[in-house]
């Protein structure tokens, strides 16, 4: 499986911002698909996941009513799954590099970045207040 995420930028705190991530390749193996973000000089937390069938969503309980993430119904397809993440109100304390994560399985608990098998690059969000 390969992911890219994409749609990173520099706004100002307030502004909303989305996310995607495309799953290519074996896409058969990214039945959970997930976002992490690493702020400068923190680890790397967990953000948001969805599973790809049953309509299940999770979410850092300090992002819900902020940020969505969804299936990108439009762009997705067979060989190619989309999801995106859509973040309203962003703050500085959004500022970081977001990653893009996929699993076949989630065993224990999505918010385990563990649980993944392939990752994105990230692509980076900067909130200027």
């Known amino acids: 499986v390969q992911l890219q995420a994409s749609g990173g930028g520099l706004v100002q705190a307030g502004d909303s911002l989305r996310l995607s991530c495309e799953a290519s390749?074996?896409?058969?193996?990214?039945?959970?698909m997930g976002w992490f973000r690493q702020a400068p000089g923190e680890e790397r937390e967990f953000v948001a996941a969805?599973?790809?069938?049953?309509?299940?969503?999770?979410?850092?309980?300090?992002l819900k009513g902020r940020f969505t993430i969804a299936i990108d119904n439009a762009k997705s397809t067979v060989d190619l799954k989309v999801v995106y993440l859509q973040m309203n109100n962003l703050q500085p304390e959004d500022t970081a590099v977001y990653y893009c994560?996929?699993?076949?399985?989630?065993?224990?608990?999505?918010?385990?970045?563990?649980?993944?098998?392939?990752w994105g690059r990230g692509t980076l969000v900067t909130v200027s207040s």
């Open positions: 390749g074996r896409t058969g193996s990214a039945q959970h």
């Open positions: 969805l599973g790809w069938t049953g309509g299940g969503r999770y979410y850092q309980d300090s």
């Open positions: 994560a996929a699993a076949r399985y989630i065993y224990n608990d999505y918010k385990t970045e563990h649980e993944y098998n392939y």
